[in-house]
C-alpha cells in the first residue's frame, strides 16, 4: 500500500479533522488500499465509489487523503445554519447544496466550480445506501455523469467493501471487535471523451452514468470475488423506497393510511 504526500495546504480545519478522525480509523479498522494512485495527484477529479454504510464518508476520505488529496464533499446545506458547524465545514471547504428544492441545481452548479478549481470531489452516484438486497451497486442516478461531462474532468471510480461489516446500513451500533478490514481499490478513469465532445443529451449522460456505474461494479465483483448481477437493481423498478430506511413501512408515513385504518 503505498500512500501519496498531500501537497496542498490542509488549512487549521483539515488539519484538526485528520488529527482526530484518522487516528480514530487507525485504531478501528485495518485497511487494504489498492491503486489508490490512480487518484490524479492534481486537477479537478471526481471519485465515484459504491455506498454500503453510512461509515462511508469517513473511510472514502481517508483513503482519498492517503493519496495526496483533499476530499471535498457536496453536504446538506442545513448543516452549515449551525453556527459552528458550519463554519468548521466551510473551512473544511465543503460544499452546501440545498437538496429538495429549487436551489437543488447549486450543487450541480457548486460541483462544477469546485472541479473547475481543481477539487477532487467524492461522490456515491447511487445518491443513497444501496437498496440491493446484497449490497451491490444499484441503478446509479446522473448526477456524477452530468459533471463529468461538464466539466470533461477525469471519473476515478473506486470500489470499497467491508465498511458494512464496522455499521451494517440502517443501523446505528459499530461492530468494532473484531477489528474490520476496509479494502478500497481504486480503477482506471472511466473512458468518456466520445461522449464528453458529444452534444450533451438525456441518452449521453445515461450512457455515461451507465459506464461509470459498471467500472465500480467490476471493481466491486473483484474485490468479492463474485460474479455481480446481470441487472443493477432499480429501487423505482421494486417499489422499494429511495430515500430513509427500505426496511420501514412507508404507510406509516402516511397521513390518509392512518386515518383510513382509524375508522
Not at 483539515?14 to 487494504?32: D, G, N, Y
Not at 460544499?95 to 461522490?123: K, Q, T, W
Not at 466539466?151 to 476515478?156: D, E, L
Not at 473506486?158 to 446500513?169: C, D, K
Amino acid at each position: 500500500m503505498r500512500v501519496r504526500k498531500l501537497e496542498q495546504d490542509r488549512g487549521w480545519a483539515m488539519t484538526v479533522a485528520a488529527s482526530i478522525l484518522k487516528p480514530t480509523l487507525l485504531t478501528a479498522t485495518s485497511r487494504t488500499w489498492i491503486d489508490g494512485e490512480k487518484i490524479p495527484a492534481t486537477g479537478g477529479c471526481i471519485v465515484a465509489l459504491n455506498h454500503i454504510s453510512h461509515v462511508d464518508p469517513l473511510l472514502s476520505a481517508h483513503f482519498v487523503y492517503d493519496h495526496g488529496r483533499l476530499p471535498r464533499y457536496l453536504a446538506k446545506s442545513g448543516l452549515f445554519r449551525n453556527k459552528h458547524l458550519g463554519g468548521f465545514l466551510t473551512a473544511l471547504g465543503q460544499i452546501p447544496v440545498e437538496r429538495l428544492s429549487r436551489n437543488a441545481v447549486g450543487a450541480y452548479d457548486a460541483a462544477v466550480e469546485a472541479i473547475g478549481n481543481g477539487e477532487c470531489i467524492i461522490i456515491y452516484p447511487e445518491g443513497t445506501l444501496t437498496r440491493d438486497p446484497d449490497l451491490w451497486p444499484m441503478k446509479g442516478k446522473t448526477g456524477a455523469a452530468r459533471i463529468a461531462l461538464a466539466t470533461g474532468c477525469p471519473v476515478i471510480p473506486v470500489g470499497q467493501w467491508g465498511a458494512q461489516e464496522v455499521l451494517p446500513p440502517y443501523t446505528k451500533t459499530p461492530h468494532l471487535v473484531p477489528r474490520k478490514n476496509i479494502v478500497m481499490k481504486a480503477g482506471d478513469p472511466v473512458p468518456l471523451d466520445d461522449l464528453v465532445a458529444a452534444r450533451t443529451t438525456p441518452e449521453t449522460t445515461a450512457e455515461a452514468t451507465d459506464r461509470i456505474m459498471s467500472a465500480i461494479t467490476g471493481i466491486v465483483a473483484d474485490l468479492r470475488g463474485e460474479v455481480a448481477p446481470s441487472e443493477r437493481f432499480d429501487p423505482r423498478l421494486s417499489g422499494v423506497r429511495e430515500t430513509g430506511n427500505p426496511h420501514d413501512d412507508a404507510r406509516r408515513a402516511s397521513p390518509r393510511t392512518r386515518r383510513k385504518h382509524s375508522r
